[in-house]
Nanobody, 120 residues
Framework: QVQVVESGGGLVQPGGSLRLSCAAS????????MGWYRQAPGKQRELVAG???????HYPDSAKGRFTIARDNAKNTVYLQMNNLKPEDTAVYYC??????????????WGQGTQVTVSA
């Protein structure tokens, strides 16, 4: 019922930047949390940035100072600006959106993922 679509991945050299976008659509009553996760081959999926409806953000140490998450509530869209990218940032990046379909029904939806490759 809620579709989540990421875009903006690609190949970038070390030290470069990328901006990921994620748009949620469907019969959405409200969105509470929006976040970006990543999963590298052979590793578990991990959070890289999260933002709640009030605007508070959360970053793990690996992303602090390099990644910035922002949301456009009017467009149900979240962005991830990634600067000073490193080879270890290479992964599939997934968007997660959580909220309510109605006052009684909640949702938690994932996008299909977008590949980010950092390589010279």
């Amino acid at each position: 019922q809620v579709q989540v679509v990421e875009s903006g991945g690609g190949l970038v050299q070390p030290g470069g930047s990328l901006r990921l976008s994620c748009a949620a659509s469907g019969r959405i009553f409200s969105i509470n949390t929006m976040g970006w996760y990543r999963q590298a081959p052979g590793k578990q999926r991990e959070l890289v940035a999260g933002i709640i409806s009030g605007g508070n953000t959360h970053y793990p140490d690996s992303a602090k100072g390099r990644f910035t998450i922002a949301r456009d509530n009017a467009k149900n869209t979240v962005y991830l600006q990634m600067n000073n990218l490193k080879p270890e940032d290479t992964a599939v990046y997934y968007c997660n959106v959580g909220g309510r379909l109605t006052t009684l029904s909640m949702f938690d939806s994932w996008g299909q993922g977008t590949q980010v490759t950092v390589s010279a």
